[in-house]
């Protein structure tokens, strides 16, 4: 029997322990390698045979609305009529040539609301969103010219008071979360307004 190997052989126990604050340890450095910031591009970094970091792309950034135009202008002889209820007192219309479809997803146009039985006539510059759902009104027309709207701020849709805005989103302007691949098809829409639910 040798008991110098006996002697000197720590604990079983002991060795377990060992072992697993070692792995442990490992563990810990590959974790810290791989949360660095390394170049995914280097072969050095594929050969290690580590997963890569993920990457950032500048679409990440938050989404900022482009400049606004002024309100273009509008004839009541263009208007296409929004389909509302028939209990409404106020009928909406919008001029078809004022929609336009910008490069941020925005869809703006200029919608008329005029009473049924005659009478002023109020128009409003908006702005719809398809993405988000939301609205916003840059300005206001009446007494024959417009003011602008002193602090423009987006609403979602379902919050408004008043529903041609929504009715314009789902009937024509949005298909899902994005706007209509043109404006052709919202007008064509507009026309022969989509009642499945989008």
Request: contains cysteine.
């Amino acid at each position: 029997m040798n008991l110098l190997s006996k002697t000197t052989r720590p604990p079983r126990p002991f060795r377990r322990s060992a072992e697993r604050v070692l792995l442990l340890a490992c563990f810990g450095i590959l974790a810290g390698c791989a949360s660095g910031p390394h170049d995914t591009d280097n072969p050095d970094w594929a050969q290690a045979g580590l997963p890569p970091p993920p990457k950032r792309y500048e679409t990440d950034k938050e989404w900022e609305e482009t400049a606004t135009p002024p309100p273009p202008a509008f004839s009541e002889s263009r208007l296409l009529p929004i389909e509302m209820p028939p209990y409404m007192s106020l009928k909406f219309g919008v001029d078809p040539q004022t929609i336009t479809i910008t490069g941020d997803g925005i869809v703006r146009y200029v919608v008329v609301a005029q009473n049924r039985s005659g009478g002023a006539t109020n128009a409003f510059y908006e702005g719809i969103r398809c993405s988000t759902a939301e609205m916003k009104s840059y300005a206001r027309y009446n007494n024959g010219s417009w003011q602008d709207v002193a602090k423009p701020e987006w609403k979602k849709l379902g919050d408004m008071n008043s529903s041609y805005t929504r009715k314009l989103a789902t009937q024509a302007l949005c298909r899902g979360n994005a706007p209509r691949p043109s404006v052709g098809d919202m007008v064509q829409n507009i026309r022969n307004p989509v009642r499945e639910v989008q």
